[in-house]
Structure formats: C-alpha cells, structure tokens
C-alpha cells in the first residue's frame, strides 16, 4: 500500500503500511503516457495486482495473473521475512500477415515484494495457482497471552 489513497477508484487504503514494499507509481492510472515512456518490460509490473488481508490464523496474499502458468512465476522468501513473487508475461508471437488494431495487454517481468511482521512462519509458506489467481498462505505464529500471576498483599 502506499500513503497516497488511489485517485482512480483503487481499493488503496490511505493508511501507511510499513510493511509493503511497494513503490506508487503516480502516472500508472492516466491513460496517457507519461514523459518518461514506461518501457514494455516494466509495465508488466504495475499489472501484477496484489490484495494482502490478515486473518487470525494466516497472512494471506493474492495475485490476479492472468495469461500466466505456475512454472512462469516464483514464490521466494528473502532475508527471512521478504516474500517476492517474481514472474514474466510473454509477448504474443507476432504472424507477419497479422494487423493490430490495439494492444493493451502488459508482457515482460514483474516482482512484487512484501516484509512480513515477526509473527510470520516463513518456513511453512504455501502457494497455488487457480484460474490465473496465485494465492500464497503465511501461517502466523499464535500469539501468548502473558501469564498473569496475583500477589498477595500483605498488611
């Protein structure tokens, strides 16, 4: 997430994460191109849309893919609490008789990466892919109550 909320009706929330490693692009919602011409490659970047939701038991992470195979992504954990999901969307092959009216859809390599919180079981990371959804599971730690003991007060 990002401090500043989407201004085209993303489901950003304006609230700070701390966690996210996320970079905000400010120019990926205009339909123009900016001045700085985003390159095919890195444009596949900005697609690789992610929702993190936090449950009692669970970090859970998932990834619209579309187009893509589970042998064409990765799922790594990095410097203990970094999850990294990297991937590349090939470029359709191109037939010399073809006649492109438009082409929208994004190719080329896409990484995302999320610091997780302490309470994080990285060792026991799950993932998989259905429907061109990656949906990765990080188990959470159980939180110990703090054992309360009661003094007597003397007097």
Avoid: C
């Amino acid at each position: 997430m990002s401090i500043v909320p989407g201004l085209f009706g993303g489901r950003r929330s304006s609230v700070f994460d701390p966690f996210s490693l996320d970079v905000w692009d400010p120019f990926k919602d205009f339909p123009i191109s900016s001045s700085y011409d985003v390159s095919r490659e890195t444009s596949a970047l900005v697609n690789a849309r992610v929702d993190w939701k936090e449950t009692p038991e669970a970090h859970v992470f998932k990834a619209d893919l579309p187009g893509i195979k589970k042998e064409e992504v990765k799922v790594e954990v990095e410097d203990g609490n970094i999850l990294q999901i990297t991937g590349e969307r090939n470029m359709e092959k191109e037939d010399k008789n073809d006649k492109w009216h438009r082409v929208e859809r994004s190719s080329g390599k896409f990484t995302r990466r999320f610091r997780l919180p302490e309470n994080a079981k990285m060792d026991q990371v799950k993932a998989a892919m259905e429907n061109g959804v990656l949906t990765i599971t990080v188990p959470k730690e159980e939180v110990k109550k703090p054992d309360v003991k009661s003094i007597e007060i003397s007097g």
